[in-house]
């Protein structure tokens, strides 16, 4: 899924979306609440209308962003305080609101709140960490209020510690959610340890049921992950890393700024046929 944080993916218009391809995209519950609101994309009739997409959505909980602002914001178990950088005002986000957020949104997956916790963190800590996630994904069960048309996805933490990761996924698929992500690892960790810990979690979570790696996105990450049974990957970098000159290839990855390709006629990518390497040279 490329991501579209405020309701679009940067620089491309849904059109650019369905040409590359792209079966779903991601927002984001935070985002959409602080500004323009969810009540008012309600009432503009929803997500899918306001960013003129009629594909699949998944809104990110949020819980990561606010786990961002660190200092700017306070966990307790009714939820998390917080002070928006953008307009200085203080709100809670708690697992109800969350919900009550994305099925505003209107969206067809909404992601639990979870605790995201700082790396590294030790086993103690860990533990209760994933056991208040697993708490706040009861009470977002139990504040669904339209679960014929936005599916629920529960996330999987426990840190980096695997035996923590199996239980915690045996305990949620007990819940019967439907469908699961795994979280918490889109952090400063060395990716072998990554790729640990996705085989750790994937392979308890259900074979039948979407299994979704949160915010990874580089290709071989991609391809250790699928092979572990993923599904569903979101990331930035794409974009991003587009936006910036870096661009990923059928033979590697180059930086466009690079004085070497001045006047280079070939097009970025001699593999591809998407519009931009059909229409423009890497010069
Ligand atoms: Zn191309």
Redesign the pocket.
């Known amino acids: 899924m490329p991501v579209g944080t405020y309701g679009t993916v940067k620089g491309m218009t849904p059109p650019d979306l369905r040409e590359l391809g792209t079966h779903m995209v991601l927002s984001n519950t935070l985002h959409l609440w602080v500004r323009p609101g969810d009540e008012l994309i309600r009432d503009l009739g929803g997500l899918h209308t306001f960013m003129g997409w009629d594909g699949p959505i998944l809104t990110d909980s949020g819980g990561y962003q606010v786990f961002s602002l660190r200092d700017m914001s306070k966990v307790t178990e009714e939820g998390v305080r917080f002070r928006t950088p953008k307009d200085g005002q203080y709100r809670t986000m708690t697992p109800e609101r969350c919900i009550r957020i994305q099925e505003n949104l209107g969206v067809d997956l909404a992601m639990a709140f979870d605790e995201c916790i700082e790396w590294p963190a030790d086993r103690e800590r860990v533990i209760r960490s994933t056991e208040r996630t697993t708490r706040w994904l009861k009470r977002c069960m139990a504040a669904r209020r339209h679960p014929e048309r936005t599916a629920l996805l529960g996330i999987v933490q426990g840190g980096f510690y695997p035996d923590l990761r199996a239980a915690h996924a045996q305990e949620i698929v007990e819940l019967d959610l439907d469908a699961y992500a795994i979280g918490g690892l889109s952090v400063g960790a060395a990716t072998v340890k990554k790729h640990a810990m996705v085989d750790a979690s994937a392979k308890l979570l259900p074979a039948n049921k979407v299994r979704y790696l949160m915010g990874v996105g580089y290709p071989l990450d991609i391809v250790e992950a699928v092979i572990r049974g993923v599904d569903l990957f979101d990331c930035v970098l794409p974009t991003r890393n587009a936006r910036n000159g870096t661009v990923f290839t059928s033979v590697g990855r180059i930086n466009i700024k690079h004085a070497r390709y001045r006047a280079d006629p070939s097009p ?2 001699p593999g ?1 046929s ?1 519009y ?2 059909r229409s423009f040279s890497r010069a």
């Open positions: 970025l990518d591809c998407c931009t390497c």
